[in-house]
Structures are given as C-alpha cells and as structure tokens.
C-alpha cells in the first residue's frame, strides 16, 4: 500500500451549502479534533498517533463516549487527553443529549469533530451546526453498504471490492460528501473477520490523512461537494491496497 497525504477547518458556523467552507481560512498551528467513539477506539488511537509525529498539524482536544466501558477510552487517558463519558441516560430528548455534546466540544475548543465509531445517530441541529466540521470513516465503499453488518454483507453480496469512505456528515445516516477512499479486494475465502481485518488496516491509514489534508487547508466544500486544492491531494485520499497491477 502506498498511502500519503493532506485537510481545512473553521469553528462552528451555520450550514450554508452555497457558501465555501474551509475549515481552515488561515491555517492556525494546530486543528484541534474532538473525537467521539463507543467502542474499541483503534481509529482513535491512529488519529492519536498522528498527533504524536514531530510534524503533527493536530491536536486532540477531548475523546466523548456515550458508553461508559468504550475500551478507546483507555487510549485517550493514556495519551493525557480530556475524555469523558457522556450516556444517554438521564436526557429527556437526542436534541439535548446532542445541545451537551456540543457544549462539550467548545469547551474544549475543537474545530473539527471526528466520528470514530461512534453508534448513536446525531440530531439534525447538531449536524446542520457542524456542517462541513464534522466527519466520520465507514467501513464500505459509499453509498454501498450503509449501515451495519458491512462486512458480512459485502461478502453474501459477492461484490468482489470493499473498503472504507471518509465523509462529511449529512442529516442522513451514512451520508455526505466524500473526502477520501480505499479499496481493498474481496477474497474468495473471505470471513467477516478476514476482510475487516484488511478494511481496518486501511481505516487507520486513511483517516489521520483525510484529518491533516483538512489541517493544511487542502479541502473545502462546495455547493455540498469537496473541492481538493490540487490534483495530487485528491489521489493521496484515493487509495487502494493489494489489488492486482491489472489495468484498464
Ligand atoms: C470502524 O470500522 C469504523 O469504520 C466504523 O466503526 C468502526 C470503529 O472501530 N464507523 P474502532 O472503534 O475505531 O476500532
């Protein structure tokens, strides 16, 4: 696999799908990252371990679980990051659970909020606030197998590619535009386990690079689509590994 690459971000600002939204006009030292997760947290700790690099442009300003055993939690404490648990529990509606959430995020001053497995679906307002700061990783090739239980219905598919789509974040689930790609081949012998393996592997590559482009202010999105700042940025997100040398 050859995987390189480059991202802009702003604060918080009303969605205006006309207007161009870089996420960084002037790129500042560091684009802080909020990431929320409720689980294993390996796309976290690859966003983690690109921060650490000498020439890191992010930072991570808080983790956000809502559940209180997510093991990612364990990565943020640590790697001496702000974290917290935030259950659903104790909210009279997803529109305050979200209103907290999105405290959370400027209190800690995030420009850009990243979903890393995180399995509850956001309020409308929330997203609609976020919009063009607000990005997830899906383990498909989008809009193929939104949802979940991807692999193991790639598989019965039989459709002989998979693999993961970074995007910014629509109102509907799994939906946005795309930053970034990678393909993986389908195999034969192929278990669940097998192929999102191989997804994941590339799930950890393509994510901190999709989170730098947005950093080094290479991205903006347009009428609802991701302009690239050159050519060279929009191959370094589009990425495939072992797929045969055949070509077209
Ligand atoms: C990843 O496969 C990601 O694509 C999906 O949820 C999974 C999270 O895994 N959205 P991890 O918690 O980052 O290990």
């Not at 650490?52 to 808080?62: F, L, M, N, R, Y």
């Not at 809009?143 to 910014?168: D, M, W, Y």
Request: glycine content about 6%; charged content about 20%.
């Amino acid at each position: 696999m050859n995987l390189n690459g480059s991202i802009t971000l702003v604060p918080p600002h009303k969605h205006n799908r006309s207007a161009t939204i870089s996420i960084q006009d002037e790129p500042k030292t560091m684009l802080r990252l909020g990431v929320l997760i409720s689980g294993r947290g390996s796309n976290l700790q690859s966003l983690i371990a690109d921060s650490q690099t000498p020439d890191a442009v992010t930072e991570i300003g808080c983790v956000i679980s809502n559940v209180a055993e997510a093991p990612g939690l364990a990565h943020a404490e640590d790697a001496q990051i702000p974290s917290t648990t935030l259950s659903h529990k104790g909210f009279a509606s997803r529109q305050d659970y979200d209103a907290r959430l999105a405290r959370i995020l400027h209190e800690h001053n995030v420009d850009l909020v990243c979903l890393a497995g995180f399995m509850r679906i956001l309020d409308q307002a929330f997203v609609t606030d976020w919009y063009g700061k607000l990005i997830n990783i899906h383990p498909s090739l989008l809009p193929a197998f939104k949802g979940l239980n991807v692999h193991q219905r790639v598989i019965e598919s039989g459709v002989r590619l998979s693999g993961c789509t970074v995007h910014f974040v629509s109102p509907e689930m799994d939906e946005g535009p795309t930053i970034g790609q990678a393909a993986v081949p389908v195999l034969p012998e192929d278990t669940e386990e097998t192929l999102g393996a191989r997804v994941l592997a590339c799930e950890h590559v393509l994510y901190p690079r999709v989170v730098r482009a947005i950093a080094n202010g290479h991205i903006s999105l347009k009428d609802n689509v991701v302009r690239y700042n050159t050519s060279e940025i929009a191959s370094t997100l589009t990425l495939h590994a072992g797929l045969s040398a055949a070509t077209v």
